[in-house]
């Protein structure tokens, strides 16, 4: 496709339940960011691929969260046992290969912990 | 590690008026520095960057290394203007990009 594509676009997960969160960046693009947006703030950042390879995961706020890339194409963030404060946007984001080039965003999967 | 604080969390202004969205960062080395809008129901999308020192839709931002700020300008708001804006950075030498908590910004008729 065109664009970044994230899948499912809702999620609703009972807490303690594990939910898979996917990411299909735009074909080619190196770099691939993972963000966790709460209701009315701004984008925090998880987790940063560079092709298969995890450079920086200092985001993720517990070891119930973990992201992972094995193609270096597609990505999956994985949340274990869910809790109501991971309720939340989960955006995706890829850029291509050169340095600081404009980071294409996803819609988000909107994850609800019930 | 770098940092992004946009000290507005709101901003109301009337059609025509000036607006400035403030942006502050703290970084011990060289940033690339993006705006980013979104608007009602789409998705994040890039506004401007400080490399390509470009207006885009009439908005400007002046990257200040001594005052560590990269404010966004638009002399005349226009109503289509209102959306959120974040604040990015980016090392120069990688491409882990950190935001700000985003401005909303009102412009009212």
């Known amino acids: 496709g065109a664009g970044v594509s994230q899948s499912p676009r809702y999620k609703v997960a009972k807490r303690g339940q594990d939910v898979a969160l996917r990411c299909d960046p735009i074909s080619g693009h190196v770099s691939l960011f993972w963000y966790q947006q709460a209701l009315g703030q701004g984008p925090e950042f998880l987790t940063y691929f560079q092709n298969e390879a995890q450079l920086d995961k200092s985001g993720l706020p517990s070891d119930r969260f973990f992201a992972e890339r094995p193609e270096g194409s597609v990505s999956t963030l994985k949340i274990q046992r869910t809790q109501q404060e991971d309720s939340a946007v989960y955006l995706c984001a890829s850029s291509p290969q050169e340095q600081n080039t404009e980071a294409f965003f996803g819609q988000g999967t909107r994850l609800t912990v019930v | 590690a770098q940092r992004v604080t946009q000290p507005e969390k709101l901003l109301s202004v009337f059609k025509g008026a000036p607006v400035e969205l403030k942006c502050n960062y703290s970084?011990?080395?060289?940033?690339?520095l993006f705006w980013y809008v979104q608007y009602s129901r789409q998705r994040l999308q890039l506004l401007l960057r400080?490399?390509s020192r470009e207006s885009i839709k009439g908005f400007t931002a002046d990257l200040n290394k001594g005052e560590t700020s990269f404010h966004l300008k638009k002399p005349f708001a226009q109503e289509e203007d209102s959306a959120m804006y974040y604040c990015a950075l980016s090392p120069l030498s990688n491409n882990d990009m950190r935001f700000g908590a985003g401005t909303r910004l009102t412009v009212k008729p």
């Open positions: 400080h490399i």
């Open positions: 970084y011990s080395g060289s940033p690339e």
